[in-house]
């Protein structure tokens, strides 16, 4: 990190997916909570499915945890079935939102267009945006990786004013990672997030980029979060899998402020 350079809170962010009833969310969600009383120096979310997010949001009230949903649409209101608007998710306690993820680019045909309207959308709504990219293998093994996350991080964010894309925050997500058991080496990611965060700085500004926290995802476990979180420009985790089990995601939140205490000079500790 360059000298005088602001630390960035490390996030660990739980990805529930289509998983979980409302009695199932609600006991997840107060054992994160109890898990994780006193955990300060690391900012904290789940974000479970539309039907559980205000359960979860009654749950998570009077904590530091911040409650996520999985998607929302660029429309604030309409007709278009089945899906959910931005002020209906900040309605139900959202305060972030992911959108773009591989599962629904790749899954369900979203365009890096649709991405960019929801992106849109989510800030004006005063949403954080998690914006996921990230390679398929055969992207991968072309050699396409860089080229294919700039596109998709200039497609999300590029437009918007500085000060605005500046409330987003990134995950580099590869594809084979997700949910495969096969994690991406530090190395691998971090050549990723040096990447997103050059871009970033190229669209917004140096200070907007070194502000910005870019996670990690892609079968994130207990026992590899500390080698992927050691690395300076890899700002914490989003979490699958792992997230649906309270102790393990636990783990993944400790071991993630472990890697950052040790991975900052003393002077940057927070
Ligand atoms: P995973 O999912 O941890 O189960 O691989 C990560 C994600 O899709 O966000």
Redesign the pocket.
């Known amino acids: 990190m360059a000298d005088g350079a602001v630390p960035r809170t490390p996030v660990v962010a739980g990805?529930w997916k289509m998983h979980a009833t409302l009695a199932e969310a609600r006991t997840l969600a107060a054992a994160v909570r109890d898990g994780c009383r006193g955990l300060t120096e690391i900012r904290i979310a789940v974000c479970p499915a539309f039907t559980a997010l205000a359960a979860v949001a009654e749950v998570l009230a009077g904590s530091p945890i911040l409650v996520g949903a999985q998607d929302a649409h660029w429309e604030a209101a309409g007709a278009f079935t089945g899906s959910v608007s931005p002020s209906q998710v900040w309605d139900a306690g959202a305060r972030l939102v992911i959108l773009g993820?591989s599962?629904r680019r790749h899954g369900l045909g979203e365009s890096d267009e649709m991405v960019r309207r929801k992106v849109t959308a989510a800030l004006a709504h005063g949403l954080t945006p998690l914006v996921c990219v990230g390679e398929t293998a055969d992207e991968r093994a072309a050699g396409q990786t860089l080229a294919v996350v700039t596109r998709q991080l200039e497609a999300a964010l590029g437009e918007r004013p500085a000060v605005e894309a500046g409330r987003g925050w990134l995950a580099y997500?590869p594809v084979w990672?997700?949910?495969?058991g096969q994690t991406a080496t530090p190395a691998q990611a971090a050549e990723v997030h040096a990447q997103l965060r050059t871009v970033l700085a190229r669209l917004t500004g140096p200070a907007v980029a070194a502000a910005c926290p870019i996670l990690y995802?892609?079968?994130?476990k207990p026992e590899v979060t500390s080698a992927l979180l050691a690395e300076p420009d890899i700002d914490g985790a989003?979490?699958?899998?792992?997230s649906l089990k309270a102790a393990d995601f636990i783990g993944i939140v400790r071991a993630g402020i472990e890697a950052k205490g040790r991975a900052r000079p003393p002077a940057e500790r927070l």
Request: net charge negative; charged share 10%; glycine share 30%.
């Open positions: 990805n993820h599962e997500e990672a997700i949910g495969t995802g892609g079968s994130v989003l979490v699958g899998g792992a």
